[in-house]
């Protein structure tokens, strides 16, 4: 499928922002950011003022970089990378020794990147493998405005600051104490580096080659999508939705596994998401008399649960288990509450049928709202 270059072009200039600014809520943001874009077509580009980042010069310093970056992003998007293009499978995986120490320092260093967060157990595991250590010196240059993109960093340790160029005047934007990740962008877009990164201090960063990083975040990010839609294709609840609402649910979906006879939720807890089975069996239990479990039902791949405690807002009305190793896809309560209004009728509905089978293994006195 071919990306619409006007499309590519309002990505670029949001992504730009928000790596720049860095702002506490992407959604929030990105309304903001794509509303004041349709308000302003004919200042095209531009980017707002700052509302989410407690520093004043970050908003203009972004707007002066868009501008720069406005003549020279056709040739950018020309060469921007295609995953399913990409044949190199056959390459070989780049991997780097590390003791037990450092892949668990790297592992904590990673999860909370946004970039890493929708890949699996395997995936997670090829990143770590594929990034090596990199001890840095303050006042050296890690990256400079204008270069070829060789590399993403992930920071281990050390202060670091960002500068742009204005053609006029180094400005700094943003400074990374002892967390956070860079690089990204150079090689998400194939476009020149949009900033200098210097080490205030003597520190130590993890980094990955450009090939690598497109290979597992690009290109896996391009699979997990297409398996998603496909498993989404066969929720029959989630016939409702529209073309792009399916995408957009793909994207959000989060791959967990759990091994035979592991809980995946537990009644009585508080609900964080809701769960589509992609491969294996699952089975659904409450309490009974005496406290023991009874069995109620049993879900298989393209069935989903989990949604009941998030449509009725009360806590998990049942337990479920793992019957063999179970790969799902987790949904969690914000996306839920964006993404699947569409479907509210249907999950209702069926909340309905669940409630009627309680009432025949339990007796009348069974009632969902009871659970707590």
């Not at 060789?150 to 204005?166: L, N, T």
């Not at 508080?270 to 005496?290: N, P, Q, S, Y």
């Amino acid at each position: 499928m071919n990306v619409p270059t006007e499309l590519r072009e309002a990505l670029l200039e949001f992504t730009i922002s928000y790596l720049l600014e860095r702002p506490a809520d992407v959604l929030d943001y990105a309304v903001e950011f794509f509303t004041k874009m349709r308000d302003n077509r004919d200042n095209f580009p531009y980017y707002f003022k700052e509302k989410a980042s407690p520093d004043e010069s970050v908003a203009s310093n972004a707007e002066e970089f868009a501008l720069r970056f406005n003549n020279r992003r056709k040739s950018v998007f020309a060469e921007a990378y295609n995953p399913e293009e990409d044949d190199d499978d056959d390459i070989p995986k780049q991997i780097f020794p590390k003791s037990d120490k450092q892949r668990q320092r790297l592992a904590d260093s990673v999860k909370n990147i946004l970039l890493f967060r929708s890949l699996d157990h395997e995936q997670i595991n090829e990143v770590l493998d594929a990034m090596f250590e990199k001890n840095v010196h303050q006042d050296e240059s890690i990256i400079k405005q204008g270069d070829d993109g060789d590399y993403f960093y992930v920071i281990q340790s050390g202060v670091y600051e960002a500068f742009i160029f204005d053609g006029k005047e180094e400005k700094k934007i943003h400074t990374y104490d002892n967390v956070g990740s860079f690089g990204e962008l150079a090689l998400l877009y194939n476009m020149p580096r949009a900033a200098t990164i210097t080490a205030v201090t003597d520190g130590s960063l993890w980094a990955m080659d450009r090939q690598t990083f497109r290979r597992i975040v690009l290109k896996s990010t391009f699979k997990k999508r297409q398996m998603y839609e496909h498993l989404i294709e066969c929720v029959p609840m989630l016939k409702t939705l529209q073309p792009y609402e399916r995408m957009n649910l793909a994207d959000a979906l989060i791959p967990r596994i759990y091994p035979d006879k592991s809980r995946i939720i537990k009644q009585g807890d508080a609900a964080d998401g809701m769960f589509f089975v992609e491969d294996g069996l699952i089975r659904i239990t409450v309490l009974g008399e005496g406290g023991a479990e009874v069995e109620v039902k049993r879900v298989e791949k393209g069935d989903y649960f989990g949604e009941l405690a998030l449509v009725t807002h009360k806590r998990r009305a049942a337990s479920a288990y793992a019957l063999g190793t179970v790969k799902v896809a987790f949904l969690d309560v914000e996306a839920f509450e964006r993404l699947l209004g569409p479907c509210m009728e249907v999950m209702k509905r069926n909340i309905d049928d669940y409630e009627s089978q309680l009432v025949k293994i339990f007796g009348s006195k069974y009632n969902i709202s009871d659970v707590r």
